[in-house]
């Protein structure tokens, strides 16, 4: 993965729209989209604070940049979710990664029995889910709010495991800090189920990332409590 054509600016304020914000780029306030679901300003204080834009080179797009990276004290953080399945996939072959076995064959978003997986080693007829968690600290907890895609994706999950299928559970912080993430008791619909994958084969892990030259990349396995 070669390092993006990133441009820097001071994050002004986010707007009501919550994947929009403004940036001061080059000494202009500029409409930027954010790539995250959630209200960064909840988890930190956000003005002020350097972050990293990709120029968005859609025709007719709102905005012309979207924030790509956000300063967390020596660092930057990765705020786009939605990229972490294909940072797995780069870094898969990588030794930290051994216990999935031989992975010469991946594909992302693979149907398998009608499920659509964030990757497939063919390898090991292994699915992999992932799951990207936005932290500053070094405890994370997932999920924090009821999901029923999530809940839903489990009771797939189940039946994958129960076909014979392998299925690696996977929790990305996007904070290279995390040291521990804990499946919520308190979301007892999901960690149920959750619990019922375990019991029937499914492996979980839990990674951290971190910023090499403007490319996120796994930084270390972080421990999972469930």
Not at 200 to 207: A, D, K, P, Q, S
Request: aromatic share 12%.
């Amino acid at each position: 993965m070669s390092e993006p054509e990133v441009k820097y600016g001071k994050f002004k304020t986010e707007i009501k729209n919550r994947f929009l914000c403004t940036v001061n780029v080059d000494g202009i306030d500029t409409l930027c989209y954010i790539p995250s679901s959630c209200r960064l300003s909840n988890f930190i204080n956000m003005k002020g604070r350097m972050v990293l834009l990709l120029p968005i080179k859609k025709e007719n797009a709102r905005t012309k940049y979207s924030v790509y990276a956000i300063q967390y004290r020596r660092g930057f953080v990765p705020v786009s979710l939605s990229s972490v399945n294909q940072v797995i996939k780069n870094e898969l072959n990588r030794r930290i990664f051994s216990f999935l076995g031989s992975r010469k064959q991946v594909f992302g978003e693979k149907s398998i029995d009608g499920y659509k997986s964030d990757l497939y080693i063919e390898d090991s007829d292994t699915v992999v889910e992932i799951k990207s968690i936005l932290s500053f600290g070094k405890e994370a907890l997932f999920p924090t709010v009821s999901s029923e895609r999530a809940n839903h994706q489990l009771e797939n999950i189940r039946e994958l495991l129960l076909n014979g299928h392998k299925v690696c559970y996977m929790f990305i912080s996007m904070y290279g800090g995390t040291k521990q993430i804990t499946v919520n008791e308190e979301q007892t619909e999901y960690f149920s189920l959750f619990r019922k994958c375990i019991e029937v084969g499914m492996t979980v892990r839990g990674f951290s990332l971190y910023m090499d030259n403007g490319v996120p990349k796994v930084k270390a396995t972080v421990k999972c409590i469930f």
